[in-house]
């Protein structure tokens, strides 16, 4: 018998199967190699995007861009498969032969306008001088004018479908993309076959077909209930737009966890991998991070932080929370209602303070500690009480997308004198994306979609001060997820279900998943005196992200007006 158990265990060992998951963030690609058994992360290795993002000037010509933008290149996506799926195997050791399954996730709403056979626009001869014929990353908001509008009309319109939006759509998303496409450069947008998710966009390449998925169907492109918004809608925005979903949208929708089709023979090629294997239908990067958090039940909001955050969450039943990012049957995982919110800047906000406002001898001191410039402001900052500073800010850096649903908002510090040192407003900035968080979790209480438990991913779970913040920010219990690649992890979970190694993401979850809960626990104390700054918060968040004092939108007008001659 024990000789049995001994042939077992070698026959185990010799057959362990591997998925690779690939996380398509904003700066860069991830690829990471997991045990399909036990979830075990055995390689991974990063490719920084060679061209960045395009959000001042367009690589190709050097040629300015105009407020707002945020562009990429597509052959970008492609050198991660190429280069970091290759170096992730090699760190793991293992047979290539071994890998059944590959699962990606992306940014969303990150969007490439393609010809029928899948080919970017920018890609064309002749096209590589044309902004619009490059990726619109999420985080292109030049589209507000058009969001306005789309949002205008449907309340004129009294459209069913804008109340599972929190009330209006965002900039980010498809809708209003298209339409600024459609309206700046016509010419392009004719040539434009299908305005495809990047998250389809990268499995269209793995597999040969394109393959719509639900999830950034539903929270992007305004499709709901099977149907997206009507011909007539889209006609009443610009006749030219009528059949904008029909003919630059709509396509096959497949399911999360699903399979989109089979590595084809180039694409194996490129990574060294067996051609025939599972590709699961594409995701986003916040959606997809759920599952690898173990949180696939009603509850568990789950804020995947890094340059923005991301808040996602299961729900029993179908609700309206104002200024959610969307509602989706199944948009997480399947049987529950699938809810999303967020923040457009946190991290980002953190980087942009760091790079322009904090004077030289703060890195001279950290360097000398060996410290980032991160770790030795938060070291100061945590020196003080909550409050001591005296200062309050607002999150809006890159606008605000929950639950204001509005990207012309701009960020704020006040309170700051002449005695103000940096990490007093560095502390006040990560504050009020604490505070950010907060409305959002209050919201969806209001709601009735109560949040029990807060779980954070992403590459802010290193500052343990930052999270003991959140924690009596929410004064919730909060969870991290135990695993440095969430995304890429979730994405392989979901890449081990389309292979038939699990019978449903649930499953896979449980056995993949990793989470250490309850890390962080709320003081009291701590969380009274973050209550009175919360007040001076929500009062500077009201006053003016609800119309009581525009300034914020008149100054970036003006700034456009000054920059474009408009």
């Not at 103000?420 to 959002?440: D, H, N, V, W």
């Not at 700054?533 to 968040?541: F, Q, V």
Request: hydrophobic residues 45%; negative net charge; aromatic residues 8%.
């Amino acid at each position: 018998m024990i000789a049995n158990i001994l042939a077992m265990n070698t026959i185990s060992s010799a057959t362990d199967r591997y998925v690779i998951g690939v996380d398509y963030g904003t700066l860069s690609g991830r690829a990471v190699v997991v045990r399909v058994s036990d979830g075990e992360e055995l390689g991974s290795a990063v490719l920084a995007y060679p061209h960045a993002v395009m959000d001042t000037t367009l690589a190709s010509t050097g040629a300015s861009l105009p407020p707002d933008w945020a562009l990429q290149d597509p052959a970008d996506y492609l050198s991660v498969l190429q280069q970091a799926v290759p170096a992730a195997i090699r760190e793991a050791g293992i047979d290539p032969g071994a890998v059944i399954g590959i699962g990606t996730d992306f940014t969303a709403c990150t969007m490439v306008p393609v010809t029928a056979d899948g080919t970017p626009l920018c890609a064309l001869p002749g096209l590589a001088d044309r902004p619009h014929a490059y990726v619109k990353l999420w985080k292109h908001h030049a589209a507000q004018p058009h969001a306005d509008r789309i949002n205008q009309l449907a309340r004129q319109r009294n459209e069913t479908w804008l109340s599972r939006y929190g009330g209006q759509i965002s900039s980010e998303w498809e809708l209003a993309k298209g339409l600024q496409l459609l309206e700046e450069d016509p010419e392009l947008y004719a040539r434009m076959d299908k305005f495809v998710e990047a998250a389809d966009w990268i499995v269209w390449q793995l597999t040969g077909t394109y393959v719509r998925n639900a999830c950034t169907a539903g929270y992007k492109g305004n499709l709901q209930d099977g149907r997206y918004p009507s011909p007539e809608f889209f006609a009443a925005l610009n006749p030219a737009f009528a059949r904008f979903a029909i003919d630059k949208l709509d396509h096959s929708i497949g399911q999360l966890g699903d399979a989109a089709g089979r590595l084809t023979d180039e694409a194996a090629a490129w990574m060294g991998l067996r051609p025939g294997i599972a590709v699961a239908v594409g995701n986003v990067d916040a959606h997809v991070t759920a599952p690898a958090a173990k949180a696939t039940q009603p509850g568990q909001m789950v804020a995947i932080m890094g340059t923005s955050t991301c808040h996602v969450m299961n729900g029993a039943a179908l609700s309206e929370v104002p200024g959610m990012c969307g509602v989706v049957d199944g948009g997480i995982v399947s049987g529950l209602y699938g809810y999303e919110a967020g923040q457009s800047g946190v991290g980002d906000i953190f980087a942009w303070y760091v790079n322009q406002q904090v004077p030289g001898r703060y890195f001279e001191a950290a360097a000398a500690q060996g410290l980032s410039i991160h770790e030795h402001l938060t070291e100061l900052a945590a020196q003080q009480q909550v409050g001591e500073h005296g200062l309050v800010a607002l999150d809006w850096h890159s606008g605000n997308r929950s639950v204001l649903v509005d990207h012309e908002l701009s960020g704020i510090v006040v309170g700051a004198t002449l005695t103000t040192k940096a990490e007093e407003i560095y502390r006040a900035l990560l504050e009020a994306t604490a505070f950010g968080t907060r409305t959002i979790v209050e919201t969806f209480n209001a709601a009735g979609v109560p949040v029990t438990e807060f779980i954070v991913a992403g590459g802010l779970i290193k500052n343990a001060f930052l999270m003991q913040m959140y924690s009596d920010v929410t004064r919730l219990p909060l969870s991290v997820i135990d695993s440095s690649q969430g995304p890429a992890l979730g994405a392989a979970i979901h890449a081990a279900t389309a292979a038939g190694a699990y019978p449903s993401v649930h499953a896979a979850a449980e056995a993949m998943g990793r989470v250490r809960r309850g890390v962080y626990q709320p003081d009291e104390a701590r969380a009274l005196q973050y209550d009175r700054l919360y007040a001076e918060y929500r009062a500077l968040h009201d006053y003016f992200g609800r119309g009581t004092n525009n300034v914020m939108k008149r100054l970036k007008a003006l700034r456009r007006e000054v920059m474009t001659g408009a």
